[in-house]
Every structure is written in C-alpha cells, then in structure tokens.
C-alpha cells in the first residue's frame, strides 16, 4: 500500500528559506516518479517538480527553477524539496505524489498516490 506523508510547512517571511519532507512508505522509491504540487487560495493544483525514475532527473516548473530543489535520502525512503528566496506567491498548500511506471526521461502526467498537504504560508 503506497503511502506518502508531507511534512515541514510553515510560516516564512519573504526572502526565506524553508524544506518540505515527504515520507514515503510501501513501494520501492526507484520505480516511482515522485512529483511535488502545490495549490494556492483559490486556485487549481499545479505541479512544481518531478523526479523521472528512468534516469533520477528532476522537472522543475518555471516559477520555481533556480529556487526549488529536490533531493532524496532512500535510506530514509524521503523526498525533499529545500525552497529557497520564497515569494509571497509561492503560499500554497504543498503535496507530494507518487505514480509507478515506465518513464523514460520524462514524468507522468497523472499521478495515482497522493500524501496530505502541509501548508506553506510566505509573508511578504
């Protein structure tokens, strides 16, 4: 049974930095993509990054490269995502995903395993 579990939201001023853990539990990491998503107030939930399991390389989208990065520790089976020079637009409640399959260089466009949300609140 796949299980996934975000931690590590906060309040954060403008500028700041902050990471998010997510606790994976269930599968084997290597076969999985691993996405990170984020919906704000209102708004629908987009994706920020995922990770290929073909070859470990990471998405990122536009409004987050060059701030956003992921890493992982398989040991602990966690995914992190360190954010850093947060903007007050990044307030959003985060998720990490999961989906297995066979993507080669690429990530899958629907991912079936979700965790609960942890709340990233930037003020500005």
């Known amino acids: 049974d796949v299980q996934l579990q975000a931690s590590g939201g906060g309040l954060v001023q403008a500028g700041g930095s902050l990471r998010l853990s997510c606790l994976a539990s269930?599968?084997?990491?290597?076969?999985?993509?691993i996405g990170w998503f984020r919906q704000a107030p209102g708004k629908a939930r987009v994706r920020v990054s995922c990770t290929s399991p073909s070859d470990g390389r990471t998405y990122y989208a536009d409004s987050v490269k060059g701030r956003f990065i992921v890493s992982r520790d398989n040991a602990k089976n966690t995914v992190f995502l360190q954010m850093n020079s947060l903007k007050s637009e990044d307030t959003a409640v985060y998720y990490c995903?999961?989906?297995?399959?066979?993507?080669?260089?690429?990530?899958?466009?629907?991912?079936?395993?979700w965790g609960q949300g942890t709340l990233v609140t930037v003020s500005s």
């Open positions: 995903a999961a989906q297995g399959g066979v993507y080669i260089a690429t990530c899958p466009h629907d991912f079936s395993s």
């Open positions: 269930g599968f084997d990491f290597d076969g999985y993509a």
